[in-house]
């Protein structure tokens, strides 16, 4: 299974955060790979290593043609850490993840499956649901 990327950020001491599709944070720490894999000394050049940027469709991260990571590395070999966003989802990633329809999610919200303001909320024009909510209404994600 993939964790798709949501967000990247670079921090100091050569260290990411990623924020993943489903709600999770993780700090993935770069300084490992510098002896590892060589051409990563080259995001210490230039400021390089604050370029970093989410590759089309979340499947990893880039600094540029050269130089990636996959999100499953990240995934795997990052630390969990505690965000206030942790758990929430939205709509489109939540539709991804179990293979549903937006249109299901909102008829949902509308027979009172899941509450405004506990499982559901909606910052402008997206919505955001809690995993705990997706789970219970709808079991384990399907991919």
Request: hydrophobic share 40%; net charge neutral.
């Amino acid at each position: 299974m993939f964790h798709k990327v949501r967000s990247i950020t670079p921090i100091d001491d050569y260290k990411l955060i990623a924020v993943f599709c489903e709600g999770i944070t993780k700090e993935y720490d770069v300084n490992p790979l510098f002896t590892k894999i060589p051409i990563f000394n080259k995001l210490k050049d230039n400021n390089l290593f604050y370029k970093v940027k989410v590759d089309i469709g979340g499947y990893g991260i880039i600094w540029n043609s050269e130089i990636d990571l996959s999100c499953d590395e990240l995934f795997y070999n990052g630390k969990t850490i505690k965000s206030k966003f942790d758990g929430l989802l939205a709509f489109t990633d939540a539709t991804q993840l179990w293979g549903l329809n937006e249109s299901t999610l909102r008829k949902a919200i509308s027979y009172g499956k899941f509450l405004v303001g506990k499982d559901v909320s909606k910052f402008g024009n997206q919505w955001v649901i809690t995993m705990e909510a997706m789970v219970r209404e709808y079991g384990e994600p399907k991919s």
